[in-house]
């Protein structure tokens, strides 16, 4: 392979990447990172030398429910009955014969698979989690780095903004 071919790749990757990042501002959320680099832009700062960060990442898991026999094979039977729907309507566009009965016992069919792999899941499991819940991966802070031939003038700017100054850092 050629270095003219692994350019590209490498061109690529450094979408994420500055430089030489300094960091210009740390926020507790999210919409003042955001903020502050909307700022930069509205004084018309080149952005593209900007990049916002999440940092100090924790997994956060939310209980939603109490799992039981019952409410597992609810779901993987209505869960099957999708797939088998989705099934049943693509053969009955391909097939040849009666479009209902093929539909209808796919439904069937996917329903009654459904039930039966969520409650071997669910028995697999010995009752070692009892519970339904969503996670999701969220950052404590957010630094915004900047390249650092324009740290300077990104620090002037923010300061002009008394909600956007960066807080020190201990």
């Known amino acids: 392979m050629s270095m003219q071919n692994a350019v590209p790749a490498a061109a690529q990757s450094s979408r994420l990447a500055l430089e030489f990042p300094q960091s210009l501002a740390v926020y507790d959320d999210y919409a003042t990172a955001q903020k502050a680099v909307d700022h930069l832009s509205d004084e018309e700062f080149p952005v593209e030398n900007l990049m916002i ?54 439904v069937v069919m996917g329903a009654l698979f ?26 404590t802070r957010y630094e915004v780095l900047v390249e650092h031939k324009h740290l300077a003038r990104a620090q002037e700017l923010l300061q002009q903004r008394a909600d956007l100054r960066p807080q020190p850092t201990f």
């Open 53 to 106: 960060v999440g940092t100090d990442l924790k997994q956060v898991e939310r209980i939603t429910g109490r799992l039981t026999t019952g409410k597992v094979a609810a779901a993987g039977a209505l869960s099957g009955l999708w797939l088998g729907l989705f099934v049943g309507v693509i053969f009955s566009l391909f097939g040849q014969g009666n479009q209902l009965a093929t539909i209808l016992s796919t």
């Open 114 to 139: 459904g039930l039966i792999w969520a409650l071997l899941g669910y028995a697999a499991t010995k009752g070692q989690r009892d519970f339904s819940a969503v996670s999701a991966v969220v950052a």
